[in-house]
């Protein structure tokens, strides 16, 4: 049997008087992908459009950010409106048993924005290695990368930039609420 | 786009850790100097002008359902129709044109992987176009909140 999905999964405490109902979460969950409302208390709101109570969804939202299920909880920026036009995903072929140095190095550099591991797709897809930079302009980003490959001596590692050119869609994830 | 001085302050305190209390725009005004109503009409405004997309959550996507990044290469002269393809399907959150020979890029999210899978496996097949799926072996950094470097924005 699968383990309850971390929403569900609440200390009994954050009920305070009676048990949190299971749906009124799942409603939660719901609404906050779509995001915190403006309005003066945005955590009643979320109350009423959840059957909760406004201390029951504080719970259990704080439950969640210690938990790690929420990672941050603030605005989300649109880049590419501010003027970060060049975003690079830079992709590289890394031997296995360097990727997770090279990505925890690549995660420490300053403009580099995420950084992952992921599987090759031999033979349409040689590297493992994926990093982001959002940058102003495609020559500083181009700039960026030869300091760092400079710097981290990867000359001799092989590696791809792809600059998106179109941006079709960028929202947040809405893994429970309908599309 | 160009924002005042104030603007600028309310995106840089307020990226990360946004109070969780009874008035938390209220508490921001205090950090910031200005009226409760001034804090949500900015945000309003900046949700308006697409500066802002949402204040909210972000979820650490491995606890918080399925999500896969995937790829395809679509013909040049299609690519805007097979965009709309993929955005038209269920659970589908970012969707770039790259410059590659797979040239569209997107993830797709779901409750469970099971669900993912059927996802992916029914828009392969109303592309026509094989999928390059590349789930997250492992992140080394993953939060998107930079520090935005005001001065060098145009």
Redesign the interface.
Known sequence: M?PA???LVLAPDVAGAGPTSAWGLLRLRQQ?????P???????TLAERTGLS?QDV?SA??Q??ER???????????HR????TA?A?VVWDVPDDQV?NL??A???TSF????????R?LP??PY?L??MI?G?DRQRVLSQLETLIADLGLEQIPH?????????????????SR? | MRLDTTDRQLINLFQRDLPVCDRPYQAMSRQLGIAEEEVIERLQSLQDSQVLSRVGPVFEHSRAGASLLAAVAAPEEQIDLVAARINHAPGVNHNYAREHTYNLWFVMTAPDEDTLDERLDELEHQLRLPMLRLPMVESYHIDLAFDIDWESLP
């Open positions: 699968k999905p971390d929403y906050l992908e779509l995001g915190i403006l309005t003066p208390r945005p955590y009643k406004e504080m939202i704080r969640w950010q790690g299920l929420i990672k941050r909880l603030g605005l989300v920026i649109k409106t501010l003027g970060y975003n995903m997770q990505g925890r690549l995660a420490r580099i924005t995420l950084c992952y591991q992921r599987p797709r349409e897809w493992n994926f990093c959002h102003v791809a930039v792809l600059f998106s050119t179109k941006a079709y869609r960028q929202r947040g994830g809405r893994y429970v599309d």
